[in-house]
């Protein structure tokens, strides 16, 4: 497959998600089958948390809870992690998701990418996410605190590239890693790889009281103003953000909770991994969480109760996130420092391109 055809792909799964969207319909669920990882990411949300893997669950509980998701018509699969093929059962899941008909996304590090490639390769709609923090391997390392961490990953995504897999390339740009002014994004263009990066920190979730220091969560911060204003400017020079438009005020904030649950290795259920406000657990079955109170509260949440940036004349240009504005204030709908930052450098660039007003 084609850098151009897995870019159509991936529009195709959005006008469909669009679609499940105007009928109040899940399309997609996340699952982070563990949170062990090998790499200590210096950005990584979970932080240095204690090794879960007793609190896990097992293959045929996550088989079981994708079984009653293709019932009501689910579409999309994500699997996730900390580095979801350490789990024991993930051959079984992804076979599950197979012969579920499931699209599937995986996100991994690539770490464990040679033991899995084949089996990945039978999965009939399948995708990839394989994180790459920087074109140089020592930064790349240094930032991940495993030698070999860019080398795993440079094979991952160049096997895949071959075996036609539609494969893109993931990084976060925050602080504790250089910015290499577009040099991935040239080796990308060169392989026909796709690259996502983002400037959006997620809070640490846990700093574990359990085992020696680690750097994995330590760098969680994100980058200055004046070092995110080149990277805004040159993703848009690269075409590669949308023009944005004044949100419509009886729009949900965004998809989680609406078409998009989030699962974690426990089992708990919420809307994103971003938005961790608890909805239910698995064991209750997607039945009871799709009728529950607590998801109709998420649902009823619109983009006009966002009374704290009505008269923002940079609401265009917000990525707005009700879980990192819960997190930061306690209230879904509140602006919240690491939005109003962004949007303050992205309006300021688009103004200047006569995209949105000054």
Request: charged share 25%.
């Amino acid at each position: 497959m084609t850098a151009e055809e897995a870019r159509e792909y991936r529009r195709s799964l959005r006008q469909m998600e669009a679609i499940y969207q105007a009928r109040r319909r899940l399309f997609l669920v996340h699952l982070d089958l563990t949170w062990r990882c090998p790499l200590a990411c210096a950005h990584c949300y979970l932080g240095p948390v204690p090794d879960h893997r007793a609190a896990e669950l097992p293959a045929a509980a996550w088989i079981e809870f994708l079984r009653e998701a293709r019932r009501r018509q689910v579409v999309r699969v994500v699997i996730s992690g900390g580095e979801p093929l350490v789990h024991p059962g993930f051959f079984q899941v992804l076979e599950a998701c197979a012969s579920l008909r499931f699209t599937v996304l995986v996100k991994t590090t690539g770490w464990h990418y040679r033991e899995a490639a084949e089996s990945l390769a039978r999965v009939p709609f399948l995708s990839v996410d394989v994180s790459l923090h920087h074109r140089d391997p020592t930064r790349h390392d240094a930032f991940t605190g495993r030698p070999g961490s860019h080398q795993a990953a440079v094979r991952a995504i160049e096997d895949l590239a071959r075996r036609g897999i539609p494969v893109r390339v993931t990084r976060s740009l925050v602080q504790g890693l250089e910015d290499d002014g577009g040099a991935l994004r040239e080796w990308c263009d060169q392989r026909g790889v796709s690259l996502a990066e983002s400037l959006t920190v997620l809070p640490v979730r846990s700093r574990g009281r359990d085992g020696p220091p680690s750097p994995r969560g330590s760098g969680a911060a994100a980058l200055p103003e004046d070092r995110q204003r080149p990277v805004l400017q040159r993703l848009l020079g690269d075409q590669t953000m949308i023009p944005p438009r004044e949100p419509d005020p009886d729009a949900p904030l965004c998809a989680a909770g609406v078409t998009r649950l989030y699962v974690d290795p426990t089992g708990r259920i919420s809307p994103c991994v971003a938005w961790t406000r608890p909805l239910g657990h698995l064991r209750e079955g997607l039945g009871a969480v799709l009728r529950g109170p607590a998801l109709r509260e998420v649902r009823q949440i619109r983009q006009r109760h966002r009374t704290g940036c009505r008269d923002c004349s940079l609401r265009p240009a917000c990525d707005f996130c009700p879980g990192l504005a819960e997190a930061d204030t306690g209230d879904p709908v509140r602006p919240y420092p690491q939005a109003c930052r962004k949007a303050h450098i992205l309006g300021d660039l688009l103004s200047r391109n006569g995209e949105v007003p000054p």
